[in-house]
């Protein structure tokens, strides 16, 4: 430790610290701009200038070292004349455009040159002018003459989201921030560099214009698009959302979220929003009161139980609904003595899955391993925040091992196995096999013996001399149609190195939905079209079950469907009898169980919409109306408290039923459908984003990848049509080369419009040039 004196006060920062960091300890403030605490240091905005005993003029705050026995001062006449003087450089070519300003009221340039600014200039020279760059559908450059060129979002494109879309051309008064040749900005954590700018260069787009920051309300709340929880800070006006950024939880999402987060609010107020009760009758659509359409749900439930039996009625809740929601509809299924209830959605084998699967460690972990495993992971799109965790420790050197498909870059180095699907079983028989060699063990019974690659065994001799190791299965793996054996395997290598064990769960509440015991039933139990009443929440059938057409068809053998949804879509118009509105996460209480088993709960940032009702209510009265015991609630809390109880987390548990491999699962001599989730298109809210929608993520779950070889093979070119068949259902959808994708393998994804015509997630499939 080195101890020095800052404006008089002693303070002790570890060796190599710099001056702003015992500022920072201290809690002196050293005005600046390019410094952030999560990025490299520049020290090109000279803001942060102090004065040093016996230095001869004043040095940057963010760059200089300390030194035993340093004197610094930050606020003296000297240091603060040189801290002025930087102000007036940087307002030289600074806009007068305050009053329009998007930025306005919250800017770090215009709070700081209050402070160090004058209140004119000695420059009558021309203003520069840099013209505006189209980047996206999501970030604003137009005006980009703003820029004071601290290159904040140049460093965060480069050190946290993994990839440089933004540099620096020129010199002098000519340099400019801007993208490579006309390119959009694409990263999906590029949000975070609206955050970043102190200035107004870089806006929202959705948000420009909509509002004043003064204007809006504030929430604290969490994102429930996936399993991390991140925190957020939901802004609001006249009862809409309008703007979402991002709330700083070391222990949860830093100080960053994804853009899915940052700009899924604009589906909260789509078209599609219900906001009255409606009833079908004779093939149309009727508005209705909650009175009516809650009596005929309860007469519907009754009739088919008396008829059909208790089991013919299941339920089916998208893992975005809250804990009290999951809670009550599992109490109102089981209540009425059916066991068929499931939010598992994607998840078709569920024999062997664990009762309360989760990441089996703290997140903060994440960023102090040295060795990881991860096996059917779309990591980088599904859980951005934690890839982009796991990117940051690899540059501490953290050796990250995969398996998978391959196709996805997750801008980390890899060790990687890329196999196709069926073959994913054989590939991490390879690897447990390897550590049971190492380790004179047996690997577990009915593991396929197989010869173990150089590129398995690499991966086995990188678990196994680790000191903070993980096993991940992600979200391929938990859908896999043999996933039971794909988490014996994985566990098993797990307890042999010392590792963690743990699961990316798929889903704002997954963890939630397994501690209330809202799973159990197993999706396939509904796709077989044996439940005679089923009930829906928060769910687009098309978009969110792993067979859409086999969906379908249960469904419309069914009596009744009940969807309890904020939304409507066409096929659930089509598939469903009554639609109770209810309200979405940012218009009542709802806490969320996040991947570490961390219950978060949030209060509403805007009032219902229209006569919509919150989830909890509508299920409170259902089960009274249903004679049930037990659903005399009066506020959130009580059911919160019913439900997950003082100590939950003790029933959390990674532990797999089975313990043997079920299946050899041999490797598929054709061509296979691998599905990903479109980062886009994971829940209602999400695929409602108009601006979400824009982006070339979104374009590309509209496209199917192919390998090279079969690239060539049909001889393609980029965005050629071609004729995708599975269970004779067939499809047009433009082509996309995928280098990295495993031979043997195609990639398309689910929850499209265009994937809902074809069948489950994996499988065979023919793909020809259409």
């Not at 016996?54 to 603060?80: E, I, N, R, W, Y």
């Not at 480069?158 to 040749?181: K, W």
């Not at 659903?631 to 100590?647: I, K, Q, S, T």
């Amino acid at each position: 430790m080195v101890e020095i004196e800052l404006d008089g006060k002693t303070v002790e920062v570890p060796q190599g610290s710099m001056v702003m960091h015992a500022a920072n300890k201290l809690g002196t403030y050293v005005p600046h701009f390019c410094y952030h605490k999560k990025l490299s240091i520049a020290a090109n905005c000279r803001m942060c200038l102090v004065e040093v005993e016996k230095a001869p003029k004043p040095l940057p705050a963010c760059a200089t070292p300390v030194t035993q026995g340093m004197k610094v001062f930050t606020h003296s006449a000297k240091a603060v004349e040189a801290q002025r003087s930087v102000m007036e450089f940087l307002l030289i070519n600074h806009p007068l455009d305050c009053p329009i300003c998007d930025q306005g009221g919250e800017c770090q340039l215009q709070d700081l040159a209050v402070g160090y600014g004058k209140s004119n200039s000695r420059y009558e020279e021309e203003k520069r002018v840099v013209f505006h760059k189209n980047v996206g559908p999501l970030i604003s450059m137009q005006e980009m003459s703003r820029c004071i060129h601290c290159t904040r979002c140049v460093r965060f494109g480069q050190e946290v989201a993994g990839v440089m879309e933004l540099g620096m051309i020129n010199r002098g008064e000519h340099s400019e921030i801007t993208t490579f040749v006309g390119q959009t900005v694409d990263s999906e954590l590029s949000g975070n560099m609206i955050d970043l700018c102190p200035v107004g260069a870089l806006t929202s787009k959705p948000f420009r214009y909509g509002a004043r920051t003064w204007e809006l309300g504030r929430k604290r709340s969490v994102s429930p698009h996936d399993s991390l929880g991140a925190n957020t800070t939901v802004q609001t006006k006249a009862n809409q959302v309008l703007r979402v950024v991002a709330l700083e939880n070391e222990a949860v999402n830093e100080c960053w979220i994804s853009d899915r987060d940052r700009f899924s609010y604009e589906g909260l107020n789509s078209a599609d929003r219900i906001t009255t009760p409606m009833v079908k009758q004779g093939g149309q659509w009727l508005e209705t009161d909650w009175q009516s359409a809650l009596d005929y749900v309860a007469h519907s439930l009754k009739t088919i139980a008396a008829e059909s039996g208790v089991e013919s009625i299941g339920a089916l809740a998208h893992p975005i609904s809250s804990t009290e929601e999951l809670h009550l509809l599992q109490k109102i299924v089981r209540g009425l003595g059916s066991q068929q209830v499931e939010t598992r959605l994607r998840q078709t084998d569920v024999a062997g899955s664990p009762s309360a699967p989760w990441l089996g460690m703290p997140i903060t972990k994440l960023s102090e391993l040295d060795r990881v495993l991860v096996v059917g992971s779309f990591l980088r799109k599904d859980q951005p925040i934690i890839a982009a965790r796991l990117r940051t420790a690899a540059k501490r050197g953290l050796q990250v091992s995969r398996i998978d498909a391959g196709g996805d870059d997750w801008l980390i180095p890899a060790s990687s196995v890329a196999a196709a699907p069926s073959a994913w079983i054989h590939a991490l028989s390879e690897v447990a096999l390897a550590v049971a060699k190492a380790k004179s063990v047996t690997a577990p019974a009915g593991t396929p013996n197989v010869n173990i690659s150089v590129a398995s065994q690499k991966i086995a001799d990188s678990l196994l001399s680790g000191t903070s190791t993980a096993v991940l299965l992600g979200s391929a793996a938990i859908a896999h149609p043999h996933s039971s054996d794909l988490q014996v395997l994985a566990q098993f290598i797990a307890a042999q190195t010392g590792a963690s064990f743990g699961f990316l769960p798929v889903g704002g509440n997954a963890v939630g939905a397994s501690l209330v015991n809202a799973n159990g039933a197993g999706v396939n139990s509904f796709l077989s079209g044996d439940r005679r009443a089923v009930i829906l929440m928060n769910i687009d059938p098309d978009s969110d079950l792993p067979n859409p057409q086999q969906a379908r068809a249960a469904l419309a053998k069914a009596n009744t469907v009940i969807a309890l949804s904020a939304f409507k879509s066409p096929d659930l118009l089509e598939v469903a009898d009554v639609i109770l509105p209810i309200t979405p996460f940012t218009e009542t209480v709802s806490t969320f169980v996040n991947a570490e088993g961390r219950a978060q709960t949030i209060q509403p940032a805007v009032k219902p919409l229209g006569d919509s009702r919150p989830g909890w209510k509508v299920l409170r009265v259902l089960g009274g109306l249903l004679n049930l015991d037990g659903f005399l609630y009066n506020l959130p809390e009580e059911v919160l408290g019913e439900a997950l109880g003082d100590n939950y987390c003790t029933r959390l548990s990674n532990q797999p039923i089975a313990n043997a491999i079920s299946s050899a699962n041999a490797a598929s001599a054709g061509l296979e459908r691998l599905s990903d989730v479109n980062i886009y298109a994971g829940d209602q809210i999400v695929r409602r984003s108009s601006a979400l929608q824009l982006t070339r993520d979104a374009k590309r779950g509209n496209q199917v990848g192919l390998g090279q070889k079969l690239f060539a093979e049909l001889g393609l070119k980029e965005g050629d049509l071609v004729c995708v068949t599975q269970d004779a259902q067939s499809v047009q959808l433009p082509a996309t080369l995928e280098v990295n994708l495993a031979p043997g393998v195609v990639r398309v994804s689910a929850g499209t419009v265009a994937s809902a015509k074809l069948g489950s997630m994996f499988g065979p499939v023919t793909v020809s040039k259409s």
